[in-house]
């Protein structure tokens, strides 16, 4: 190698060391000693023996825990959403797909807040079709360079590659994040697509929840969440449930065949989605790193007081004690997968997201697994964490790639294979 090559290598290393938050540890033998609650033994201490023990008792016990502690308990109150299809096309994209833009009014009134909804459905395939469904980072219609496609009013967050300076989408953002989206690929495979600008729901601005979807469930007098209800999170999730509530009414759509997933805080989202509405027949996380499939106690990459400091509005305030304080956490993420059990879940992760921890994301599915071995299932069939390129696909499946924190057409081929393996559909 010459001098100058080894001295650009040098100048690499040492901008990353310095690029990295202080306290952030990227060196596995520095990984704390820690020993992860079970998911099978219960707060009064009996262990769960069968499937039904863990549906009745112990599958309620860990999701108020993550509610309470973690991500915050969204409203009971039953909402009767209403909904408008403002735009639809049965021969669009050559005729391959029928479009259909439905506004879903989030608390059943049209002079409430609402969220619109995109909708691809494959021509090919008998209907009712399966469907993935996701939230997106900058409106619907950055997914695909399709002028029918309504652009968001509703805040973003401002961004110098987009061009976005003012909080409002442009049309200038049409089809930006296209290549995360293969549309045509997924159509071709026998599946339909939904995808939900998360700002709708909630704006993903700091530590403000006098917008969006919170303020309509406020208490008299309440400006904003108690520490153990909704953040941004709990509330993204809550609106992935209200597009659930329209597919059910979509006789174009297999509703109890959508297949929820996101990257990133979208896969966070994803992922506590599915814990709460067992209505989504598959999650499927995307390079979701910490709060999300990452063990907290690992404390790699992204750890949970850096996570509260940088976003203290995603996670509701209870979860700030635990801040350097990890073992304290009555739950890791490995129980948030097993909140899946036995319904079919994927984790992605990319070999230089090191920020996302792939390790603490893989150990999270491997230690859910005896919860799916109770329902005769087998969970994440490899036993170490597999190589780069090598899936490994059981009721849990899991994946890590090469490359960076993305999504890439690989991320997605996987996720057809593994809902084709799950999903008893004809295509
Ligand atoms: C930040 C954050 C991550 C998050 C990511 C994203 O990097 O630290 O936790 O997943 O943003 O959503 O883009």
């Known amino acids: ?56 008792k112990r599958r ?3 999701l108020s825990l993550f509610e309470e502690f973690v991500y915050g308990k969204a409203p ?16 669009t994209l050559n005729g391959l797909a029928t479009r259909k833009q439905v506004r879903v009014y989030l608390i059943g009134k049209k002079e409430g807040p609402f969220m619109d909804v995109l909708i691809y459905l494959p021509n090919k395939v008998e209907k009712p079709a399966p469907l993935f469904v ?22 973003v967050r401002n961004s110098d590659q987009y061009g976005i300076t003012d909080h409002q989408a442009t049309q200038a953002t049409r089809g930006v994040s296209a290549r995360r989206w293969p549309i045509k690929t997924i159509l071709e495979s026998g599946y339909g697509l ?20 919170h303020p309509y469930f406020y208490q008299e007098g309440q400006t904003q969440p108690a520490p153990d209800e909704w953040g941004a999170i709990a509330a993204w999730a809550w609106g992935l449930s209200r597009a659930m509530d329209y597919f059910e009414k979509d006789e174009d759509i ?8 996101g990257h990133s805080r979208l896969g966070k989202t994803a992922l506590w989605a599915g814990a ?9 996380s995307n390079n979701s790193g910490c709060g999300g499939a990452a063990l907290s106690r690992r404390a790699f990459g992204e750890t949970v007081k850096r996570i509260n400091t940088s976003f203290p509005h995603w996670f509701c305030d209870n979860f700030n004690q635990y801040n350097d304080n990890e073992n304290a956490c009555p739950v890791d993420q490995h129980m948030l997968i097993a909140l899946m059990a036995p319904r079919p879940v994927y984790v992605a992760s990319a070999e230089e997201d090191l920020w996302a921890d792939p390790r603490g994301e893989f150990l999270s599915t491997k230690y859910a697994s005896p919860v799916y071995e109770l329902f005769g299932l087998q969970g994440m069939p490899a036993q170490e964490m597999p190589d780069v390129s090598q899936p490994a696909f059981g009721t849990i499946g899991y994946h ?13 081929d996987q996720y057809i294979k593994f809902a084709n393996k799950h999903l008893s559909h004809t295509k």
């Not at 409106?139 to 309504?150: E, F, K, R």
């Open 254 to 261: 297999a509703h109890e065949q959508v297949i929820v997933l």
């Open 1 to 56: 190698m010459s001098g100058k090559a080894t001295f650009f290598i040098f100048l690499c290393i040492i901008s990353f060391v310095l690029a990295q938050p202080e306290g952030i540890n990227y060196d596995e033998a520095k990984v704390p000693v820690f020993e992860l609650p079970d998911p099978l033994v219960m707060l009064d201490g009996p262990k769960v023996q069968d499937s039904q023990t863990w549906i009745d």
């Open 134 to 155: 996701g939230l997106n980072f900058y409106g619907n219609q950055t997914v695909i360079d399709d002028p029918a496609v309504l652009i968001t009013k509703s805040w």
């Open 400 to 412: 890590v790639r090469p490359g960076k924190h993305d999504v890439t057409d690989y991320d997605w």
């Open 76 to 91: 009971e109150k039953k909402i009767k959403i209403t909904f408008e299809i403002v735009e639809s096309d049965p021969l």
């Open 60 to 62: 309620p016990e860990i």
């Open 276 to 284: 709460v509405d067992e209505r989504f027949a598959i999650v499927i």
């Open 194 to 213: 939904a995808t939900i600008y998360y700002g709708d729901i909630d704006p993903d601005d700091e530590g403000k929840f006098d917008n969006g979807i």
